[in-house]
Nanobody, 120 residues
Framework: QVQLVELGGGSVQAGGSLRLSCAASGYISSYYCMNWIRHAPGKEREGVARIYRDGGTHYAASVKGRFTISKDNAKNTVYLQMNSLKPEDTAMYFC??????????????WGQGTQVTVSS
């Protein structure tokens, strides 16, 4: 059974930084990638970052240059370093594993989420 546990959310002022972590356990297909997805009240869910098995990365335009996704294979952990945070980054952030060709959907593997709040 796959389990994804996020840590590291919190409140920060605009311009600040936070690092999220996602510890994975259980079997995840080699065809799957790890992603960070965020969901803010009143907005659609947004794919933020993806990391591929070979370490390649993909970012949403809204976070490119500010956020960095990385992984530690030995610890089965994925990270999201968030710098230069803006109030519009405020959301619940989810770690999710799904097919590498699209952002994760309902039915893929999701963590419980961690709240990030950025004040101006």
């Amino acid at each position: 059974q796959v389990q994804l546990v996020e840590l590291g959310g919190g409140s920060v002022q605009a311009g600040g930084s936070l690092r999220l972590s996602c510890a994975a356990s259980g079997y995840i297909s080699s065809y799957y990638c790890m992603n960070w997805i965020r969901h803010a009240p009143g907005k659609e869910r947004e794919g933020v970052a993806r990391i591929y098995r070979d370490g390649g990365t993909h970012y949403a335009a809204s976070v490119k240059g500010r956020f960095t996704i990385s992984k530690d294979n030995a610890k089965n952990t994925v990270y999201l370093q968030m710098n230069s945070l803006k109030p519009e980054d405020t959301a619940m952030y989810f770690c999710a594993a799904g097919p590498c060709t699209t952002w994760p959907r309902v039915g893929d593997f999701w963590g419980q989420g961690t709240q990030v709040t950025v004040s101006s």
